[in-house]
């Protein structure tokens, strides 16, 4: 993902703003890292440059 | 969700687009980008939302026309065919792909200019839900498909993978009503279904497309349709 989709993603639940933590980059774009709901802290994982936003009841859990 | 599963393989996802838009597929493939931009117009710079985008079809089409598009959908191996698709097209600053729910958007009110659901209402077990929030996301389109009722769709839907919820045309207005959404345009198409079209060859698939199109110009035309287009304003 490219770090401006941050100024458009929200936490899927209550809809607060997300903050990003940064694992790996490849050329700019955001490889693997998590987001994190600034109001309820719910983690979202970012899986291969695609943000996880599914909330947490609809996640699967993924292997490391 | 029906056949969430089904849908979330990753052979599934590799072959998505070779069973459904080759051959007689081609058409339909034409026939709905053509859809979509008829009921959005020109997209240069507006921003659109694609609900269920899948391996990108349409995401990639207005992004190479110059909007800014997200894509969403649930499942991670269609996304990454959607990547790679974009990648391929040199559009890939333009378009952004995200996994998440369509009954739980993570985004904000009014943000997008217009916002799509392509083949997604037919696996919607609570279309008005889905519908809603479509709506809270948009300031000004929101456009979508529905397979129909008392159609040749009927005849084989039983068969498929995913099974497929119908809609009638009073069904559809009713979910409009509900979620405040007012229609601005309608189309109806594909007297002969999708599954007949991947079916043929490309080569009589223009023939049979023509047959088709005759039959649904004419003054009942629009009730044999088995596809319906639905343009709708905020």
């Known amino acids: 993902m490219n770090e401006d989709l941050l100024d458009i993603i929200c936490c ?17 774009e955001i490889v693997s890292g998590t987001l ?25 859990e993924t292997t490391a | 969700m029906k056949g969430q599963e089904w849908y979330q393989a990753d052979d599934i996802a590799e072959e998505y687009e070779e069973k459904r838009f080759s051959r007689g597929g081609r058409l339909i493939d034409r026939r709905e980008k053509q859809a979509v931009l008829n009921a959005i117009g020109p997209v240069e710079d507006s921003e659109i939302l ?5 391996t990108g079809r349409f995401t990639v089409m207005l992004a190479e026309r110059g909007a800014d598009v997200v894509g969403l959908d649930i499942s991670g191996p269609m996304l ?19 996994r998440g729910d369509a009954g739980r958007l993570p985004f904000p009110d009014d943000h997008f200019d217009a916002v799509i659901a392509m083949r997604f209402f037919h696996l919607a077990d609570t279309p008005a839900s889905f519908l809603s ?7 000004e ?43 601005v345009g309608d189309e109806h198409d594909f007297v002969l ?7 043929i060859p490309n080569s009589t698939a223009s023939t049979f ?18 596809v319906s287009y639905w343009s709708c304003e905020v």
């Open chain 2, 133 to 139: 929030e479509m709506r809270r996301v948009s300031r």
């Open chain 2, 193 to 199: 279904p999708y599954g007949f079209y991947r079916q």
């Open chain 2, 80 to 98: 990454k065919q959607g990547r790679e698709k974009a990648r391929a097209a040199g559009v890939a600053d333009h378009l952004e792909f995200l």
């Open chain 1, 12 to 28: 899927p639940l209550d809809k607060s703003e997300l903050e990003l933590d940064v694992r790996d980059r490849d050329d700019g």
């Open chain 2, 141 to 183: 389109i929101v456009f979508f498909d529905t397979f129909n009722r008392f159609s040749t769709r009927s005849i084989y839907n039983w068969a498929l993978p995913m099974g497929s919820r119908l809609y009638s045309r009073w069904e559809v207005t009713r979910l409009l009503d509900e979620v405040g959404l007012e229609l």
């Open chain 1, 36 to 60: 994190t709901c600034t109001e309820c802290g719910e983690a979202y994982p970012i899986e291969d440059g695609i943000p996880n936003l599914l909330p947490p009841d609809m996640r699967e």
């Open chain 2, 50 to 54: 694609e609900i269920a985008c899948g």
């Open chain 2, 209 to 226: 497309r023509k047959i088709d199109t005759t039959l649904g110009s004419l003054p009942f035309g629009d009730r044999l349709a088995s």
